[in-house]
């Protein structure tokens, strides 16, 4: 089984650079306050090698939905 890689904040370019880069082979988890908008992300991340893609909705401003979804992502990977 490969690595898990999990990038909070999918939709910026940041994350997703780092994502690009840690994508090959890996399980890559974007989280992002309109998951419904990763299309693209998910698109180049799996042209990029991401043995598999999941996305996640994310608030990071919601410390109660910051605990949710790291422990909902733990639980799953």
Not at 27 to 40: E, G, I
């Amino acid at each position: 089984m490969g690595e898990t890689v999990v990038i909070l904040g999918g939709r910026s370019e940041i994350g997703l650079a780092v994502a690009r880069r840690l994508a090959p082979g890996a399980t890559v988890v974007l989280a992002a306050r309109r998951s419904d908008h990763l299309t693209a992300e998910v698109a180049v991340l799996r042209d990029a090698g991401a043995a598999s893609v999941d996305t996640v909705e994310f608030d990071a401003d919601d410390l109660t939905a910051q605990r949710d979804v790291l422990e909902a992502i733990v639980g799953r990977y």
